[in-house]
């Protein structure tokens, strides 16, 4: 009777342990929601949108197309004789807007530039007419996979500007060098460039940080 007993008892524990430690155990982590890139819901893929290509088209007689809605790194292009005017999207660089079209934009702008969104909207407006200026007055190409910025018909792109013969220079180094744009947005690798994503990316940082010490652009009036 007494091994019985005790048999008993013994069981009756393990059970109670298994109880507690059941109770005690955490609950399972829940997996965060991803944001992904995608067409809004309510606005349809366009039908003349195209898939990315694998390897990028190169145009080198590109030429600028007057548009009221064009900023620094939003542009009217014709890149040749051959193609439609194309809305292009500069790969790296975000520039202030032009306009309180997007105002959540414009004041997330404002507090990384440490400056108004009233200023925000001024230098916009300055670093349009720069790049509208550069454009004109020198030749330009424009490399695109024809990526498409999801919800609308445009297109991101590199661009590289012949500042003097021989010499050409992404347009995305000089918006950031003259403190007319920030590093953000979306990435690409660089057609015959040695340099690495990272790389890149790494040299525009240092661009910027040279613009913000030298008080150039947006920078000029900046907080921070």
Not at 10 to 32: D, G
Request: charged content about 20%.
């Amino acid at each position: 009777m007494l091994n019985l007993a005790i048999t008993c008892v013994l069981v009756l524990i393990i059970v109670l342990v298994a109880v507690l430690l059941k109770e005690s155990r955490p609950a399972p982590l829940q997996a965060l929601p991803v944001a992904m890139a995608q067409v809004p819901m309510g606005q349809a893929r366009s039908e003349t949108s195209r898939a990315p290509l694998p390897e990028f088209k190169i145009f080198p007689k590109s030429r600028l197309i007057e548009s009221r809605a064009n900023e620094a790194d939003t542009l009217r292009i014709k890149v040749s004789d051959t193609e439609d005017e194309h809305i292009f999207v500069l790969y790296f660089v975000d520039a202030p807007d032009i306009s309180l079209t997007h105002p959540q934009r414009v004041q997330e702008q404002a507090r990384y530039f440490g400056v108004s969104s009233q200023h925000v909207i001024e230098e916009g407006q300055r670093a349009a007419q720069y790049v509208a200026q550069l454009l004109k007055q020198q030749p330009f190409t424009v490399m695109t996979r024809w990526e498409e910025v999801p919800g609308l018909s445009r297109y991101y792109a590199l661009i590289l500007v012949e500042i003097s013969p021989g010499k050409q220079v992404y347009l995305a180094d000089l918006l950031v060098q003259q403190g007319y744009a920030r590093v953000a947005g979306v990435t690409s690798s660089l057609p015959a460039d040695s340099r690495s994503i990272n790389d890149y990316a790494l040299e525009l940082q240092e661009l910027k940080r040279r613009a913000q010490q030298n008080k150039a652009g947006i920078w000029a009036a900046s907080k921070l």
